[in-house]
């Protein structure tokens, strides 16, 4: 997919790896990006990073009435970034661990998945297009820190497998990101070695162009998946071709 013919729609977008996602897609000659975050007036420094190619929208994905709304707004879209996400803290026996993973599950995988559903028409009727999701090294591997955002990620995972066999028919690329630590709001209690929210965004956009499934940014991304990604690759294609063709 050519960058410079594409319109974006980047959820999330009014900071961290959103935002350098939109630094980077107007770095690379982009037409047109509609920003989207819950409250519009955060997106103020976003949209004067190109103030004629950025259109701001308030959204909350896990809102259906706004999902759509959004969708209506943005009829030209070819490349969804799918990047809002939330991280709760506390483990899995905490007073509220409840609450924590129902929130994350409805951000990270319910959220996007309205997205997804919302923006797919809109991507074949303008010719396939690509969609990208914000996964983490925790959607393969449950990282115990953040246990219920590992099970919220891992079942975004599954649901980018999925989209990915359902839309292939009508030529729609879905790309999965697999970040290791990344320096922004969300990792700022994580005390690892972390990359800076432009090389996530940069890997992704030279994925985006070179048709490629799955983005390993980093350096602790590139080591978990080194041995494991042969054997999910084959596996993942065989129950994609369960799909009646
Ligand atoms: N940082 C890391 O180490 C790391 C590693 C792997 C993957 N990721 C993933 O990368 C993505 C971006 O994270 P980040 O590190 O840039 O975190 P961040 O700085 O906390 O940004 C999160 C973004 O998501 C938005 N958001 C949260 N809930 C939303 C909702 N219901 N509707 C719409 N937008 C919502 C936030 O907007 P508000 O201002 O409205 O809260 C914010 O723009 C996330 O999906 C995260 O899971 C991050």
Redesign the pocket.
């Known amino acids: 997919m050519n960058i410079q013919e594409s319109v974006a729609f980047v959820?999330?977008?009014?900071?961290?790896?959103?935002k350098a996602y939109v630094e980077a897609l107007i770095q690379a000659g982009i037409r047109r990006i509609y920003v989207?975050?819950?409250?519009a007036d955060?997106l103020g420094d976003v949209v004067a990073i190109s103030p004629d190619r950025i259109i701001a929208i308030a959204?909350?994905?896990?809102d259906p009435d706004q999902v759509n709304a959004a969708a209506q707004m943005a009829q030209d879209v070819t490349l969804l970034i799918n990047?809002?996400?939330?991280?709760g803290s506390g483990g899995l026996f905490t007073p509220k661990s409840v609450e924590t993973a129902q929130w994350e599950m409805n951000?990270?995988y319910f959220?996007t998945l309205s997205m997804v559903r919302a923006f797919a028409p809109i991507l074949k009727r303008n010719g396939g297009g690509t969609i990208v999701n914000?996964?983490?090294?925790?959607s393969v591997v449950n990282v115990p820190v953040f246990s219920s955002?590992s099970a919220s990620?891992a079942a975004l995972y599954s649901l980018t497998q999925g989209a990915r066999a359902e839309l292939a028919a009508q030529g729609t690329q879905v790309i999965g990101?697999?970040?290791?630590?990344?320096?922004?709001?969300?990792?700022e209690g994580?005390p690892l070695d972390?990359v800076a929210?432009i090389e996530?965004a940069k890997a992704t956009l030279h994925a985006i162009e070179q048709g490629l499934e799955e983005v390993y940014p980093d350096p602790v991304s590139q080591s978990v998946f080194a041995n494991l990604q042969a054997p999910l690759k084959d596996i993942e294609r065989q129950f994609a071709g369960m799909l009646p063709q």
């Open positions: 959820t999330g977008a009014n900071r961290g790896i959103g989207a975050a819950r409250n955060t959204l909350d994905v896990t990047n809002a996400g939330v991280l951000t990270n959220g914000l996964l983490t090294i925790a955002y990620k990101v697999f970040p290791g630590p990344v320096d922004t709001a969300m990792s994580v972390k929210p996530v």
